[in-house]
Every structure is written in C-alpha cells, then in structure tokens.
C-alpha cells in the first residue's frame, strides 16, 4: 500500500525538541507542507492533554488492569467491544466507551427472537497523550499489545466452548486499532481458534481507526471522503506502530474472505483515522481531536447505519429461536 502525501513522520519526541527538525521520506512532500504537518501533529498532541481535560499526572498512574472472564454463557452472538484511548470501564457503558456502546444498542435491538449478550476487553486502553513523553510512550504501545492478547484470547476461549457462537467485534480509536490488528492476526493463524471463527464473525466495526487504509475494502460511513488521501495517522507517524502487533498495509480482503462485514465509521478532518487532512495546521489538528472525540455521538448516524447493517448480517446468517430470548445486559 503505497501513501502518495505522506510515508512517515519523525518521532513525536523529534517533533517537540527544538534542537531537532522532522526527517520525512517522500521528497514529494513539500519542505513547507512537511512542516505543516510536524507542526499540526506535534502541537495536536501536545495540547491534546489540555483539549480533553486530562489530569496532569494521568501519564504516570497505573491503569486498571481487570481479570479477564467470559463465563457469559453461549449465545446466538456475543458482541464484544473494545474502549478507545483513555477511557474508563464504565458499567453504564458496558465498559466498551459510549460509541461502541451505541452500536451495541442499536444492533440488539434489531435482532429480537436472538440470544445475544454484550462485553468489553478488559485492558489498560492508555490516554495518547503518554506519546508525548519517551519516558511513558512505551505504555501506550504495551497498551495496545495487551488488548490484541485479550481479545484473541477471549474469542480462542469462547469459539471453542460455543462452537455455533457468531461474533461482531466493534471499536473506537485505540480500541479500532486492538480489533484492526487483531482480525489480521486472527485470520493469518486460523488454528489457533475454534471451527470457522472467521466465518462466524458476522460484522467488525472500526471507529474512528488509526489504522485506516486509504480505499479500504469493506463499507465506508460517515464524512470522510474516499480516495489515496485519506488514511490513518497509524501509517503516517512511525512512532504509532506499536510493539509485538503493527499495522498491516494490506486491504482486509488479502486477509478476511468477507470483507463485506468491514464497517468504517470516520468523519472528515478527524485527525486520527482522516490524518491527511487534519494536518494541514495545528489549528486544523487540534478542531480534528474536537472532530476525534465527540463528533460520532453529537451525530450518531454512521455508527447506527452501520450497527444496522451489521444487524442484518446476523440476521441472514442466523435462525432465531421460535421464542424470545432476553438480552444478558439490559
């Protein structure tokens, strides 16, 4: 997958420190555009703390880190959500953040007469803002790490104890990132799972991913446009590649035989999963964190659209009892 704007930036740390001027790979990139885009992200992230209100010291605390359990029993399909940067395991959220949350909400109720049950991976989910620190940037990556070990843990357990369980994975931000890596994982060891997990994961929802490829397979919702210039800040800036698991650059159907199940949820000038053009200024970056943060609840269209979609999924998949089964969660 080739990026034609923009290949990598240095790291934010470079970014920061006067002394130290970004190294960019494409010399296509103007000298005045490249410095734009240092600018924007290094300033984003700088603020970033002070735009979302995070306490001072939040960078140095140790974040929860709950044993993981799936002794809800075997359902039609369990739905398991997985919270962005930052966020807190709020049990009126069903500990999955508020968008993921939505669209557990939305595709429950749209799948009456089947069994289904929601829950979210339990992982430190580390506030981005630890990025601007080299002293605690290794959290965000180990964060990450983490929450992929989880959650292909979780579905290892659950496809082999429930053999005919369908699955919808769903994701914001960070989140998008533990369950975009994880399905690349996932699908390149197979063995690892019970019978035909693949094929019975009716639906992955990415909001908001960082790991956004420009022209990606699957459905496209919300303001973004589509074309090469619209992509995730995973595969502009080097230093978001993590750890143990890394960004693939390769389209979901090279790794998932349905990339029909692949629901992108993004809005323009995000300045996570529609990089490019946030980071034209730090101005622009910083309303792109405002669009990151709150513009998928002010306007919850896409995530319903596509939990919707994801509903019908399950629906032309699955047989649903004659009776009607109560939710797990109400």
Not at 72 to 78: A, L, Y
């Amino acid at each position: 997958m080739r990026f034609p704007r923009l290949t990598r930036l240095a790291t934010l740390a470079g970014m920061l420190r006067p002394d130290r001027s970004p190294v960019f790979a494409r010399q296509s990139l103007g000298r005045r555009r490249r410095r734009r885009v240092a600018a924007g992200l290094g300033a984003g992230l700088a603020l970033y703390g002070a735009v979302v209100g995070m306490p001072a010291d939040a960078a140095t605390r140790t974040a929860p880190d709950p044993q993981m359990t799936t002794v809800i029993p075997c359902q039609d399909v369990m739905f398991i959500g997985v919270r962005g940067s930052g966020e807190t395991p709020e049990s009126s959220l069903y500990g999955m953040g508020p968008e993921s949350a939505l669209a557990w909400q939305q595709y429950r109720m749209e799948i009456p007469g089947h069994s289904a049950s929601a829950m979210s991976i339990d992982y430190p989910s580390t506030p981005v803002t630890t990025l601007a620190s080299p002293y605690s940037s290794q959290d965000f990556f180990r964060s990450i790490d983490t929450g992929v070990t989880k959650l292909e843990a979780v579905l290892a357990e659950r496809s082999v104890n429930c053999p005919t369980e369908h699955y919808v994975l769903s994701g914001k931000s960070q989140g998008a990132i533990v369950t975009h890596r994880a399905m690349a994982d996932m699908a390149a060891h197979p063995s690892a799972y019970g019978p035909g997990l693949m094929d019975r994961i009716d639906g992955v929802l990415e909001i908001a991913d960082p790991d956004r490829l420009p022209d990606d397979s699957g459905h496209l919702y919300g303001t973004t446009a589509t074309g090469t210039d619209h992509y995730g800040i995973s595969y502009a800036a080097p230093f978001m590649a993590g750890n143990r698991y890394r960004p693939t650059a390769s389209d979901v159907d090279t790794f998932w035989d349905h990339p029909d199940r692949w629901h992108t949820i993004c809005n323009a000038g995000d300045s996570v999963c529609d990089f490019t053009v946030s980071s034209a200024s730090p101005s622009n970056m910083l309303r792109g964190f405002d669009i990151h943060m709150n513009s998928y609840l002010t306007d919850p269209t896409a995530v319903r659209q596509a939990a919707s979609d994801v509903a019908a999924q399950t629906r032309s998949r699955t047989t649903a009892p004659e009776q009607t089964s109560k939710p797990a969660l109400a």
